[in-house]
């Protein structure tokens, strides 16, 4: 148990961050799940629609500390060559 003031209040930052952190992430789980199914669908019209949403978002969560920047560009790199391949095929 923290003693000090100075560890209290870390406490409950840091409960305050998981939870935002956790919502932001689940987020981003739904809407890699919905550009999943456009792409199982080949519906190219949705899984585009998608993926601006998906990339969208990531873009907004790269500036926050919830993911590092080089896993959103991972993230949003594979995604794009995914949908490349639903466009040429």
Same mark, same amino acid.
């Given at each position: 148990m923290a003693h000090s003031l100075s560890a209290k209040k870390r406490i409950r930052q840091n409960i *305050?961050?998981?939870s %935002?952190? %956790?919502?932001r992430k689940t987020r981003i789980r739904?809407?890699?799940k919905a550009f999943d199914? =456009?792409?199982l669908k080949a519906d190219l019209d949705q899984a585009q629609l998608q993926f601006r949403k998906l990339t969208g978002y990531l873009d907004r969560?790269?500036?926050t500390s919830t993911l590092h920047k080089n *896993?959103? =560009?991972r993230k949003k790199? %594979?995604? =794009? %060559?995914r949908? =490349?391949?639903?466009? *040429?095929s």
């Amino acid at each position: 148990m923290a003693h000090s003031l100075s560890a209290k209040k870390r406490i409950r930052q840091n409960i *305050t961050h998981r939870s %935002r952190n %956790r919502g932001r992430k689940t987020r981003i789980r739904e809407l890699e799940k919905a550009f999943d199914q =456009a792409l199982l669908k080949a519906d190219l019209d949705q899984a585009q629609l998608q993926f601006r949403k998906l990339t969208g978002y990531l873009d907004r969560i790269a500036l926050t500390s919830t993911l590092h920047k080089n *896993t959103v =560009a991972r993230k949003k790199s %594979r995604a =794009a %060559r995914r949908l =490349a391949q639903l466009q *040429t095929s």
